[in-house]
């Protein structure tokens, strides 16, 4: 490798955990936002479920494993369930760049992003807020500078920003639809909650979008991709069951197994001898 010398021009990112904390709800227990926030807050799940409503959209319901943001200089409401109400933790941000990068994911077209569970981001939240709720040193505080960039750096990666897709013709929408599923089957990260995640719809409108076209659910008809592609894998190659498993989508040779089964009537190893 030749010699080589470089200035880094502005690599500095100024964003940061401010404020944080847990609650646990009580029923019907609500927050509203008149008095406009300096900062952004983000609020995650833990369990149960409620209400939330940011100035210009509509009133949503959601629950464990959704993510939700009170931006700044906005009002907002939110309502835990009567019945079963949510308990969530909260990360106040702060920093000159904080509006750059909240601007750079998906989350300011709706204030919100559902089930992160089956993400980096999710996975990096729940080490950073464990983190910082150990006792400070300058090992722990470097650990949390650490993971507070990769907890930007996998918002924008994973959730990047887009227009919201409901605005399209319902056609549109729906050959989107189809194109994704046909196009991930074979990922098993591939699943209805992220497909409405994609497309920035809820699951029940993308019920009706499927039933109108297909008359089956997405579900069904994800499940019909990865099932007519197993069959044609069982009686064209000589792979065993766990790498066809793999190859449509499924994690483990006995969850596909029984889905085959459901699906057709007969194992796999029999529809193959068949």
Known sequence: MPNQYHNLSNPH??????????????PNEYFESNNLQKNYVLYYILSGEGTFSSNGHHTVNLSQGDLFLIPRNTTCFFKADKDNPWEYLWLGLAGSDT?????ASNLPNKNFLRQIKRTEFYSILLELYEMLNKRKSLLTNLKIASLTSQFFYYLVKEFPNHPPVRKTPKNDQYQIAINYLQKNYTDPNCNIVELCNRLG????????LFRENTNISPQKYLMQLRMEAAKKELQNTTS????????????????FSKAFKRYSGVSPNVFRRN
């Open 13 to 26: 990112i100024e964003s940061y955990i401010l404020f944080y904390g847990q609650q646990k709800c009580h």
């Open 99 to 103: 509006k750059k990068i909240i601007e």
């Open 201 to 208: 719809v809820s699951r029940s409108f993308l019920y009706s």
């Open 240 to 255: 065993n069951l766990k790498e066809i498993a793999h190859k449509v989508g499924y994690g483990d040779e006995f969850t």
